[in-house]
């Protein structure tokens, strides 16, 4: 086999593999579509909450109070262009359940003003539930006994708060006329969506094999010539 039939077949491969992966990206934004549909359905029909039949991206109504002895703060993170925290506190269910929930972002400057005694009043809130996030062998370490958290390890935070918070965390989705702390800045709201970027690769893969079959049609050109 020469130099010439090699590359002949590197550009046949070339063009299929980019229009695999074209169309795999297509399959992929349609699921993300579908899930943004689905997320936002449950936000107009929210449940009311039932542990034992919680599923991830599900909206809930919930009432009971937050427990501020048993809040971290998981960063640093940045959100609208600000580096700070996002600050996860207990919520204690009137049927003594006890959840994560995500109650937003507090700036660097204010992360040392944050609550962490008390309890709130009496409240009914709206959450978004979320799967209990899988850990990767690259998560940074957490420091439980200064309190110090930089991943979400959920066995880690059980065993410092000593709770069971069940298979899900959660977001909350605030309410301005309700909001607890003027210092954490709303991150989760009713227009929130996943992110799609599959729509992005789409163009990329489909023009990387646009590209291809050019090279491929002026290569077999010029041996006609």
Same mark, same amino acid.
């Given at each position: 086999?020469?130099?010439?039939?090699?590359?002949?077949?590197?550009?046949?491969?070339?063009?299929?593999?980019?229009?695999?992966?074209?169309?795999?990206?297509?399959?992929?934004?349609?699921?993300?579509?579908?899930?943004?549909?689905?997320?936002?359905?449950?936000?107009?029909?929210?449940?009311?909450?039932?542990?034992?039949?919680?599923?991830?991206?599900?909206?809930?109504?919930?009432?009971?109070?937050?427990? !501020?002895?048993?809040?971290?703060?998981?960063?640093?993170?940045?959100?609208?262009?600000?580096?700070?925290?996002?600050?996860?506190?207990?919520?204690?269910?009137?049927?003594?359940?006890?959840?994560?929930?995500?109650?937003?972002?507090?700036?660097?400057?204010?992360?040392?003003?944050?609550?962490?005694?008390?309890?709130?009043?009496?409240?009914?809130?709206?959450?978004?539930?979320?799967?209990?996030?899988?850990?990767?062998?690259?998560?940074?370490?957490?420091?439980?006994?200064?309190?110090?958290?930089?991943?979400?390890?959920?066995?880690?935070?059980?065993?410092?708060?000593?709770?069971?918070?069940?298979?899900?965390? !959660?977001?909350?989705?605030?309410?301005?006329?309700?909001?607890?702390?003027?210092?954490?800045?709303?991150?989760?709201?009713?227009?929130?969506?996943?992110?799609?970027?599959?729509?992005?690769?789409?163009?990329?893969?489909?023009?990387?094999?646009?590209?291809?079959?050019?090279?491929?049609?002026?290569?077999?050109?010029?041996?006609?010539?």
């Amino acid at each position: 086999m020469n130099k010439k039939q090699i590359f002949s077949i590197f550009i046949v491969l070339a063009i299929i593999t980019t229009l695999l992966l074209g169309f795999w990206q297509i399959k992929r934004s349609e699921q993300k579509n579908t899930l943004n549909h689905a997320i936002k359905y449950t936000f107009e029909h929210p449940l009311a909450y039932n542990e034992e039949k919680s599923q991830p991206y599900q909206t809930y109504i919930i009432s009971g109070f937050y427990d !501020f002895q048993k809040q971290i703060l998981l960063g640093p993170r940045t959100f609208n262009n600000q580096i700070g925290m996002y600050v996860y506190t207990i919520f204690v269910t009137d049927n003594n359940e006890h959840l994560l929930v995500n109650r937003g972002f507090v700036s660097k400057n204010n992360s040392m003003n944050i609550k962490l005694a008390g309890k709130s009043d009496d409240l009914t809130i709206k959450i978004f539930s979320l799967g209990k996030p899988k850990q990767s062998w690259y998560s940074a370490k957490n420091s439980p006994h200064k309190n110090q958290w930089v991943s979400l390890n959920f066995a880690e935070i059980e065993s410092f708060f000593k709770l069971d918070l069940g298979q899900h965390y !959660f977001k909350e989705i605030v309410n301005p006329e309700q909001k607890i702390d003027s210092k954490i800045i709303a991150s989760f709201t009713e227009s929130y969506q996943i992110d799609n970027i599959h729509t992005k690769y789409i163009y990329f893969w489909f023009l990387f094999s646009l590209t291809f079959l050019i090279m491929l049609v002026i290569y077999v050109k010029s041996k006609k010539t």
